[in-house]
């Protein structure tokens, strides 16, 4: 049984960081990207990022590129997500996601692992 285990999140003013992680466990077969979800309240999942099996390519969406830089460690089990300059409109639940494919996708269907989640709040 995979897992998928966020942690990090919390209560930040607006400008502030936030780091992200995730950690895989459990045997999933064959090479995975790992990608961050975010939700808000009343609002529909969005992608944020997503990194390939080698770290050798990313996605980011456009709201956070240059604020928010995904990476994965040397195991390939662990993402990060490094959130800068953070705003009140970053405010949401994050859920890590991995897939079963070599590269990243913003596509929530092509995902076939999920986290629970974490609470990023930003205040003004």
């Known amino acids: 049984q995979v897992q998928l285990v966020e942690s990090g999140g919390g209560l930040v003013q607006a400008g502030g960081s936030l780091r992200l992680s995730c950690v895989a466990s459990?045997?999933?077969?064959?090479?995975?990207?790992m990608g961050w979800f975010r939700q808000a309240p009343r609002k529909e999942r969005e992608f944020v990022a997503a990194?390939?099996?080698?770290?050798?390519?990313?996605h980011y969406a456009d709201s956070v590129k240059g604020r928010f830089t995904i990476s994965r460690g040397n195991a390939k089990n662990t993402v990060y997500l490094q959130m800068n300059s953070l705003k009140p409109e970053d405010t949401a639940v994050y859920y890590c996601?991995?897939?079963?494919?070599?590269?990243?996708?913003?596509?929530?269907?092509?995902?076939?692992?999920w986290g629970q989640g974490t609470q990023v709040t930003v205040s003004s």
């Open positions: 459990g045997r999933i077969i064959g090479v995975y990207a």
């Open positions: 996601a991995a897939g079963v494919s070599y590269s990243p996708s913003y596509i929530p269907e092509e995902y076939d692992y």
């Open positions: 990194i390939s099996w080698n770290s050798d390519n990313t």
